[in-house]
């Protein structure tokens, strides 16, 4: 139980593009996923937090409009990666917390998904 | 400011020997830790978590302690095994908040 896919695992587009990454909760609904992106050989760096049903919340730094996250529904956030540069070049990784319709304490473990490696050239 | 840090070069041992693994963090409060493990190119697997009133925690091979007054964490894999060799990352709750951060990691290589 309690796994989550991202697709795709690979994509490697032209700067200027715009990039679509899924995540998906296969057998829990999540109401809250997050995410991060990685740096080889860095820690997990928190972009957002995904709410479903509402806006998402950013981190310092990180800009809505260019990482535009849906969360549509309890199963599915899509993080969309807007007019990418070879600088957004990195490992994205969501996460989820299951939900049985309790307050979401921040000790709830996150299931995360494989990883999406974008490649901007 | 706020640091969480892991031993950034790899830990080498014998198939068999105890790996431990330090995880020392600055001006935070977590009520919690947690620990992952992480294989290239994949997402991190929750491994366990130990309470900020918890000394110690087991799971099989693995023990974690937790040491408010050091501001530390301990993790070891005893009678480690090849298919330990990962990277493993801890991670703990931002003061009061709903966020987890994750230290750097430390890369586990055990040789047969």
């Known amino acids: 139980g309690a796994v989550v896919s991202q697709h795709p695992s690979r994509v490697i587009c032209k700067s200027g593009t715009s990039v679509k990454i899924e995540c998906r909760s296969l057998?829990?609904?999540?109401?809250?996923m997050f995410w991060y992106r990685q740096f080889p050989k860095q820690s997990l760096m928190l972009m957002a937090t995904s709410n479903e049903g509402s806006k998402a919340t950013y981190e310092q730094g990180v800009e809505k409009d260019k990482f535009l996250i849906n969360h549509a529904s309890l199963t599915l956030s899509t993080l969309t990666v807007t007019s990418a540069h070879p600088e957004d070049s990195s490992f994205y990784i969501c996460?989820?917390?299951?939900?049985?319709?309790?307050?979401?304490?921040?000790?709830?473990?996150?299931?995360f998904g494989p990883g999406t490696r974008l490649t901007v050239l | 400011s706020q640091k969480i840090e892991q031993n950034s070069e790899a830990l080498n041992i014998q198939e068999g020997k105890t790996a431990t693994l330090t995880c020392n963090y600055t001006?935070?409060?977590?009520?919690?830790l947690q620990w992952y493990r992480q294989d290239p190119g994949r997402g991190p697997v929750f491994l366990l978590l130990i309470r900020e009133n918890e000394k110690e925690k087991r799971k099989e091979r693995l023990k974690v302690t937790f040491d408010t007054t050091l501001k530390q964490s301990l993790f070891h894999i005893t009678a480690s095994q090849p298919a330990d060799s990962a990277t493993y990352l801890c991670?703990?709750?931002?003061?009061?908040?709903?966020?987890?951060?994750f230290g750097a990691g430390t890369r586990l290589f055990v040789k047969a």
């Open positions: 057998d829990f609904q999540a109401t809250t």
């Open positions: 991670a703990l709750d931002d003061t009061g908040g709903f966020k987890t951060i």
């Open positions: 001006n935070y409060s977590p009520a919690y």
């Open positions: 996460s989820a917390l299951g939900t049985s319709g309790r307050n979401i304490s921040s000790t709830d473990t996150q299931y």
